[in-house]
């Protein structure tokens, strides 16, 4: 089955513990990215890659890493979370030439930082 | 900063009445629109896209694109109950990127 597949889903934790969110798709997709959804926001892209080894910053990358060594995986990284980072992410992936109505997205993770 | 505006709603409609979603957009070089739809706590689902100006129909959804207004909507006829949920309107960006409006929350009431 083609998914896009996120860990943790839910997950606590205090400031400053460095945390990583995963997420793998299985489609062979280049293009991957991550979003945040906040209330009365809506959906606001932080980081996106291209392809393996090519990523940048989108709208709102501030405090957040990724990293893309294999073509399926795109972790994102918070090396000091604080609460300003509590929020609904997801993940999402598409080929490079398809359009943007074959984008997938992960199930997100719920991330509560106290 | 290009931007996608929605009425945050929420949207109360009777069960069988058509419910009208409406998104506006900032960019007159934007040539893809979207309406996803998103129950809470789930991820977004995308149930229309559009390209071109007019109407287009999908069962019992209609996007209706209007370039030189710039707003682009969504009209659900015969409301279910189980189409209340939160409807993201996207648009792209140069790049393939998409802005994301924040989103109307749509109740259908039996």
């Known amino acids: 089955e083609a998914q896009v597949t996120q860990n943790p889903r839910y997950l606590i934790t205090v400031t400053g513990k460095k945390l990583t969110v995963t997420c793998s798709q299985n489609m062979n997709h280049e293009y991957m990215s991550w979003y945040r959804q906040d209330p009365g926001l809506g959906l606001r892209q932080i980081y996106y890659s291209m392809n393996v080894e090519v990523t940048d910053k989108g709208d709102v990358p501030e405090g957040y890493k990724v990293s893309r060594k294999e073509k399926r995986n795109f972790p994102l990284i918070l090396e000091s979370p604080s609460p300003n980072q509590t929020s609904l992410y997801f993940c999402?992936?598409?080929?490079?030439?398809?359009?943007?109505?074959?984008?997938?997205f992960g199930p997100g993770t719920r991330l509560t930082v106290l | 900063q290009k931007e996608v505006e929605q009425n945050s709603g929420p949207l109360s409609v009777p069960e069988g009445a058509i419910a009208s979603l409406n998104c506006t957009y900032s960019d007159r070089g934007s040539q893809s629109f979207f309406w996803y739809r998103q129950y809470s706590g789930k991820s977004p689902e995308l149930i229309m896209f559009i390209y071109s100006n007019g109407d287009k129909e999908d069962g019992r959804f209609t996007a209706q694109l209007n370039k030189a207004s710039q707003y682009v909507s969504l009209l659900i006829r015969d409301s279910q109950p189980s189409d209340s949920a939160t409807y993201l309107c996207?648009?792209?960006?140069?790049?393939?990127?998409?802005?994301f409006g924040q989103g109307t929350e749509l109740s259908v009431k039996p």
């Open positions: 999402a992936s598409r080929t490079a030439t398809g359009g943007l109505n074959e984008q997938f």
């Open positions: 996207a648009v792209n960006e140069e790049g393939g990127k998409l802005i």
